[in-house]
């Protein structure tokens, strides 16, 4: 019996090193010896959850800039600390008749991804509205380490309190008239202007926002040249004056006017929730959208503490559901829009491997994109069901962190980061394709 059971072992320890090399040979083909990666530092780890060991590791406890990898540590964050829908608004009636109101940084408010508003009509039944400020806030409109002069891209609007049509300014044309919605901001002589050009260069080819304010403003051309579907630029945030931005939009939004509350909301105050929870994470995985990682943030920190502090909940998190990471990461941001963050992959894999072991498998594959889709959708196109990951993408620096569901029945968890590649981004996501692949066929 006992030497039966030490062939097994050993015929197990066997396989185990023999697979342990094909990866390893399988990553220097793809990757490590691929002279598109020749510049790059690069990170990659394969672990087996039901091995509790990893299958390859090179350069697994390095640290890396994860880019919108880092929306892994925000999902869990919303995945464990709000409720299943998503608080979109605090409220009371006082005395004096007025309702109290007080924002919960809910990015789904007169968001274009949502039709249905129930805090929109919350708020059109009520009698005379009061905005209730909370002075223990402590956030800023853009976060640490973004690129300044990204200021005006779709892709990174400010964070605030109270987010409103996505906190963008969306330019459209019908029939050769220009549209902005919301139209509060068309009252510039700038954007008026555009209509009076003459036809065939009435259209703008792109539409800016100078830094400090919003005096927004088209750069006419031809009329091909302007995105079917629009362009949307974000507004700043900051006002000049006692009256948040927000406050205007809203009262412009409702056609009614809203008072500023020297009062802060009262704990006994009611809760309007806006959308499922997981409708907003599907959006915000599946297009990796920055905007509605860096709420998250402020709306689980609003939840847990009473005010909005990123870093507060950052740091928190930190000492108590991420104390466990192997390496301890430097994380600033919701989204990952700053080169400040520093993750390793064996990081990435522990908390994709807790993630696992906390929530359903049918609920992380209905957030997480796989083959085809979302920021997936010109990879893998072949293997949707056998990859769910979170792709993550900065100039020169790119990551993917998921799982892998092998033809062979095995689940394993990867992260795979390469940082200061000079190749084309396309290369190097058909280098870790050709890699990932190779597991999912063979393992």
Sequence with gaps: MRNTAGICLLLLLLSSCSSSRKLSAAADSAILSNTDFASAHIGISVYDPAKASYLFDHQGDKFFVPASNTKLLTCYAVMKYLSDSLPGMRYERQGDGKVRISPTADPTFLHPDFAKQPVLELLKQLPAMAYAPNPQNRFQPLGRGWAWDDYEADYMPERSAMPVYGNTVSFYYRNDSLGVSPHFFYDSSNLSAINKTAPAQRKATRFSRKETNNAFYGIAGKAADFPAAGEAVPFTTKTDNDIPLFIKLLADTLHTAIAVSEETISPAAKTVYSQPTDSMLAIMMHRSDNFFAEQSLLMVSNEQFGFMSDTKLIDTLLKSDYKDMPQKPKWVDGSGLSRYNLVSPQDFV??????????????????????????????????????????????????????????????????????????????????????????????
């Design 350 to 443: 522990w908390l994709l491997t807790k993630m696992k072991n906390e929530f359903p498998w049918k609920r992380i594959t209905a957030i997480l994109p796989t083959g085809g889709t979302g920021t997936l959708a010109s990879y893998y196109k072949n293997y949707a069901g056998y990859i769910y990951a979170k792709t993550g993408s900065l100039s020169n620096h790119l990551a993917l962190s998921g799982y892998l569901l092998t033809k062979k029945g095995r689940t394993l968890v990867f992260s795979v980061m390469v940082n200061a590649a000079m190749a084309p981004a396309a290369a190097i996501r058909k280098g870790i394709e050709k890699f990932l692949t190779g597991i999912v066929d063979n393992y």
